[in-house]
């Protein structure tokens, strides 16, 4: 079985840091493309980050420069640095996990990261 668990969440004032943390297990981790997602309340699910086996990343617009993703393979573990915290980075974040080849992805739970002004 597939697990993915996130960590880190928590809250924050504006301008500030937090780091998330997703362990996985039951999955070649390193064959994997890893990635981040978040969902504001009330609004659709989008792709923050992600990180391919090679080390190659992908970010969206809004946290270009402010979020860092980064993989530990011998862990197991991938995380997501946020700097300069915003209001509008407020959401659960969930760690994604992509095998090539297959049709759907893996999910973990979720961590609330909640950015107070």
């Known amino acids: 079985q597939v697990q993915l668990v996130e960590s880190g969440g928590g809250l924050v004032q504006t301008g500030g840091s937090l780091r998330l943390s997703c362990a996985a297990s039951?999955?070649?981790?390193?064959?994997?493309?890893m990635g981040w997602y978040r969902q504001p309340p009330g609004k659709q699910r989008e792709l923050v980050a992600a990180i391919g086996s090679g080390g190659s990343t992908d970010y969206a617009d809004s946290v270009k420069g402010r979020f860092t993703i980064s993989r530990d393979n011998a862990k197991n573990t991938v995380y997501l640095q946020m700097n300069s915290l915003k209001p509008e980075d407020t959401a659960v974040y969930y760690c994604?996990?992509?095998?090539?080849?297959?049709?759907?992805?893996?999910w973990g739970e979720g961590t609330q990261v909640t950015v107070s002004s």
């Open positions: 039951g999955l070649i981790f390193s064959r994997a493309v």
């Open positions: 994604n996990a992509k095998i090539p080849g297959l049709s759907s992805p893996y």
